[in-house]
């Protein structure tokens, strides 16, 4: 769990900071509450706990959480599967549903809701890929697979399914280009 968080605090403080900085980021801002309180509760799931032992730490992630949702609005449920390098770029809403799946290194601008949608079968929520860069206001919902190298464009609306490299934006989300989003997202911890 400590490895996959420093990799997030190394996407948001800079490569050469001290310690210093690195714990103004951990106390002074929104996303970095949001993606520790996440990691803490994701590692709580995960683990084979009997339920007596589990009980009281998981109540105070769960105040935490509910706390760290009202000031920063940014609801990162336990259950969602999101690796390691996770960016939040601005402090706003994002939301992102328990059942998404988000690969290394992904980009989060404030407004973005990663949700459920469908019907029967073909409901779910997001795939995403590694690499994968999400501008501010977009929807991505349903049961699809967003490729990695991806960028997806501000207010975009995605419903379907998105190759690798590709550059979406627009209502409905349409590729643009296979760019990538290698001028979008930096990763200096890999």
């Known amino acids: 769990m400590f490895s996959i968080l420093s990799r997030d605090i190394a996407r948001h403080v800079p490569e050469n900071a001290n310690w210093l900085s690195r714990l103004g980021f951990c106390l002074g801002a929104p996303a970095a509450w949001a993606i520790i309180n996440y990691r803490f509760g994701?590692?709580?799931?995960?683990?084979?706990?009997?339920?007596?032992?589990?009980?009281?730490?998981?109540?105070?992630?769960?105040?935490a959480k509910l706390?760290?949702?009202?000031?920063?609005?940014?609801?990162?449920?336990?259950?969602?599967?999101?690796g390691?390098?996770?960016?939040?770029?601005?402090?706003?809403?994002?939301?992102v549903s328990k059942?998404?799946?988000?690969?290394?290194?992904?980009?989060?601008?404030?407004?973005?809701?990663?949700?459920?949608?469908?019907?029967g079968?073909?409901?779910?929520?997001?795939?995403?890929?590694?690499?994968?860069?999400i501008g501010a206001g977009a929807k991505v919902i349903?049961?699809?697979?967003?490729?990695?190298?991806?960028?997806i464009g501000a207010n975009a609306v995605v419903t379907k399914d998105v190759?690798?490299?590709?550059?979406?934006a627009g209502v409905p989300a349409k590729i643009l280009n296979y760019n990538g989003s290698g001028d979008f997202?930096?990763?200096h911890a890999q």
Request: hydrophobic share 40%; net charge positive; glycine share 12%.
């Open 42 to 63: 994701s590692g709580l799931e995960k683990r084979r706990l009997p339920k007596p032992i589990k009980l009281v730490p998981w109540f105070f992630y769960r105040v």
């Open 163 to 168: 190759p690798d490299n590709a550059v979406v």
């Open 84 to 95: 390691p390098g996770l960016y939040i770029g601005h402090f706003g809403p994002v939301f």
């Open 185 to 187: 997202v930096h990763d």
């Open 142 to 151: 349903g049961k699809i697979n967003v490729g990695s190298n991806v960028a």
């Open 99 to 119: 059942h998404a799946r988000l690969g290394e290194s992904c980009n989060i601008s404030q407004g973005v809701t990663i949700g459920v949608a469908g019907r």
């Open 67 to 82: 706390g760290v949702e009202i000031t920063s609005n940014i609801h990162l449920p336990a259950k969602a599967e999101i």
């Open 121 to 133: 079968e073909n409901r779910g929520a997001p795939t995403f890929g590694d690499r994968v860069y």
